[in-house]
Nanobody, 125 residues
Framework: QVQLVESGGGLVQAGGSLRLSCAAS????????MGWFRQAPGKEREFVGG????????YYADSVKGRFTISRDNAKNTVYLQMNSLKPEDTAVYYC??????????????????WGQGTQVTVSS
């Protein structure tokens, strides 16, 4: 019901910055929260951060807290993930997700029901 398209991925040196965008379309009004996940080869998909519709409050995984920032442009139906001080361990495919399910701070993949195709982020050392 909600279509998501990520963009902005690429190759960046360690210590650099990158901003990912997630453009949403469809029944966006039904979304309760938006989240960012990432998955490295051989690893499980892990939560990065999320933003709630109500109050636009954000929450993050400990591994990225202080370095990553999530924001949203409601007029453009776009969510952003600003990534600073990137590390090689941040290398992964990054996914944008949306959920219509009510939850205070969804952090698990199964709590989301719409997903983008992913965008590759590679941080070189």
């Amino acid at each position: 019901q909600v279509q998501l398209v990520e963009s902005g991925g690429g190759l960046v040196q360690a210590g650099g910055s990158l901003r990912l965008s997630c453009a949403a379309s469809g029944r966006t009004a039904s979304s309760y929260a938006m989240g960012w996940f990432r998955q490295a080869p051989g690893k499980e998909r892990e939560f990065v951060g999320g933003i709630r519709w109500s109050g636009s409050s954000t929450y993050y995984a400990d591994s990225v807290k202080g370095r990553f920032t999530i924001s949203r442009d409601n007029a453009k139906n776009t969510v952003y993930l600003q990534m600073n001080s990137l590390k090689p361990e941040d290398t992964a495919v990054y996914y944008c997700a949306a959920t219509t399910m009510l939850s205070l701070a969804p952090r698990r993949p199964y709590e989301y029901n719409s997903w983008g195709q992913g965008t590759q982020v590679t941080v070189s050392s």
